[in-house]
């Protein structure tokens, strides 16, 4: 858990739950940013001025991934990130006039979460270094700016990993000879990733319209700007999205085509195979029809012949169909 007192410039990494108290206790009018774990909150809900079902509902509720709702207090975000490697993580943040709370699952911080966190904690080690005392009233929005922002590269770098993904998968359809069912499988994979972030990023982008209404005026409006950049980049991911998942629909089209040539190839292949044989079928049939008079069979060496003509004429006819490349 790391706090920062954002009024004083000071950065609290905590290590122990009962040292946070004594940090904001007592300093109302004091502005703090929280990276959290989800069960920590109740740590400081005595000093935020939440009502606590407020707090379980928000900080519990699973039922929607992607959500933004302003309360009379404070406003609330929820986002689910997925990575590349198709790993669902939720990040939820609460955003009052004094406090910016940013959670994350309980449990071990994975690289996507810990990702973010670096990202915001140097936009802060910035930002401290600056001098803010003009800038208080701003700090808290230009935090949360940072933290959207934040999931928006996220989105954008998840997406640029599974269109390489994609293109090396279409050169690697182009070029094997043989394609099986599980190219079909990891083929579905990919369709599915793309559609679950081009549906998040959709939600994403229609939470940011509320955001920009800024109806708690938690953002003051010299920061308009940046409100009007977040919808910006939001939208900008949104047509990135949209542009992998019909390059992931290609990938079907590239797969069926792949399975159609090979289709036609073994269609070619054993065609030329029938020919060859049938001529074998044919002479058999001939000589086993029985007839009371077929004078070649009384001929001296008529079956070395018969045998020659026929390994003769097959030898030709292999030649000719490997050179037509169907064989």
């Not at 039922?63 to 986002?79: G, H, I, K, R, T």
């Not at 003009?134 to 770098?157: C, D, K, T």
Request: aromatic share 14%; with cysteine; proline share 1%.
């Amino acid at each position: 858990m790391v706090l920062y007192d954002i009024t004083e410039k000071i950065k609290h990494v905590i290590s122990n739950n009962s040292e946070i108290e004594p940090l904001i206790r007592d300093k109302k009018d004091h502005k703090f940013f929280l990276i959290c774990q989800n069960s920590q909150i109740k740590l400081v809900e005595d000093y935020i001025d939440i009502d606590n079902a407020y707090i379980d509902q928000a900080f519990s509720s699973q039922d929607q991934y992607v959500n933004y709702v302003n309360y009379d207090a404070y406003d609330f975000l929820s986002v689910m990130l997925i990575s590349n490697t198709n790993v669902h993580t939720i990040i939820k943040v609460f955003f009052s006039e004094n406090f910016l709370i940013l959670s994350t699952p309980d449990g071990i911080i994975n690289a996507d979460i810990a990702w973010i966190h670096q990202y915001v904690d140097q936009r802060i080690a910035k930002f401290f270094k600056a001098d803010i005392t003009q800038q208080l009233n701003e700090a808290l929005g230009f935090i949360f700016y940072n933290i959207f922002a934040s999931i928006v590269r996220f989105f954008s770098q998840t997406l640029e990993d599974v269109e390489d993904k994609i293109e090396l998968f279409i050169t690697k359809l182009s070029t094997d000879e043989v394609v099986n069912n599980k190219y079909l499988k990891h083929i579905e994979l990919i369709r599915k990733l793309s559609y679950s972030i081009r549906k998040h990023i959709r939600a994403l982008d229609t939470i940011t319209g509320t955001i920009e209404q800024n109806e708690n005026q938690f953002f003051p409006k010299t920061l308009n700007h940046l409100l009007r950049s977040i919808k910006r980049r939001v939208d900008a991911i949104l047509k990135f999205s949209e542009s992998v998942y019909s390059f992931s629909e290609e990938l079907i089209v590239t797969y069926n085509s792949k399975i159609t040539n090979q289709t036609n190839i073994l269609v070619m292949r054993l065609t030329s195979w029938t020919i060859i044989f049938s001529l074998w079928t044919v002479v058999a049939g001939i000589y086993g029809m029985n007839f009371n008079f077929m004078p070649e069979l009384q001929w001296a060496g008529s079956y070395f012949i018969v045998i020659g003509a026929l390994i003769i004429i097959t030898i030709i006819l292999v030649v000719l169909f490997k050179k037509k490349q169907w064989l």
